[in-house]
T-cell receptor, first 114, second 111 residues
Framework: KAGVTQTPRYLIKTRGQQVTLSCSPI?????VSWYQQTPGQGLQFLFE???????NKGNFPGRFSGRQFSNSRSEMNVSTLELGDSALYLC?????????????FGPGTRLTVT | GENVEQHPSTLSVQEGDSAVIKCTYS??????FPWYKQELGKRPQLIID?????GEKKDQRIAVTLNKTAKHFSLHITETQPEDSAVYFC??????????FGAGTRLTVKP
């Protein structure tokens, strides 16, 4: 089975721009979660999508949004980028959700905002 | 929502010694507690997990204990090896709540 893939792997954007990141889960997995990882902050939960519906949301401003398609692929969008948005964005897929199912992480997209 | 605290943030041990990482959580409804290992430049990977109906689980040199009353759980690594050097994350979740992660522990095993 192919693992979780994320595109692009690296991205450089300018303050004020917007960005869209993509995540393709493992075949058969219906849940996709997104995390922001920065040095010293660990993994900060952004949101989880399950069967095209946002099931949970972390404490991030409305500039961060996402969606999930019928094939379970998910996209995350950040509008009006700020310098503090520079981070590694990881997505993780699981069979049926974060409730008791192992999450498989993608390689991440490293976003740099200048 | 769930809040997970993890200690220590850094841990250095000699090869062969044991390492213990502790986490506490706030939501008594949480019932699933995984541990992830992230090596430098790589993605986090599950190394062991425990559910609330079990107090302890062991897999070779790795064990996890859970105290639901006190809302804390711990990772124990025995006979540490240099390849155990990585960042370890605990997490808590369940009941369709999101999975919240601790801030991570950077473990260094000195040969």
């Amino acid at each position: 089975k192919a693992g979780v893939t994320q595109t692009p792997r690296y991205l450089i954007k300018t303050r004020g721009q917007q960005v869209t990141l993509s995540c393709s889960p493992i075949s058969g997995h219906r849940s996709v979660s997104w995390y922001q990882q920065t040095p010293g902050q660990g993994l900060q939960f952004l949101f989880e999508y399950f069967s095209e519906t946002q099931r949970n949301k972390g404490n991030f401003p409305g500039r961060f949004s996402g969606r999930q398609f019928s094939n379970s692929r998910s996209e995350m969008n950040v509008s009006t980028l700020e310098l503090g948005d520079s981070a590694l964005y990881l997505c993780a897929s699981s069979l049926a959700g974060t409730s008791g199912y192992e999450q498989y992480f993608g390689p991440g997209t490293r976003l740099t905002v200048t | 929502g769930e809040n997970v605290e993890q200690h220590p943030s850094t841990l250095s041990v000699q090869e062969g010694d044991s390492a213990v990482i502790k986490c506490t959580y706030s939501d008594s409804a949480s019932n699933y507690f995984p541990w992830y290992k992230q090596e430098l430049g790589k993605r986090p990977q599950l190394i062991i997990d425990i559910r609330s109906n079990v107090g302890e689980k062991k897999d070779q040199r790795i064990a996890v204990t859970l105290n639901k009353t006190a809302k804390h759980f711990s990772l124990h690594i025995t006979e540490t090896q240099p390849e155990d050097s990585a960042v370890y994350f605990c997490a808590a979740g369940g009941n369709n709540n999101d999975m919240r992660f601790g801030a991570g522990t950077r473990l260094t095993v000195k040969p």
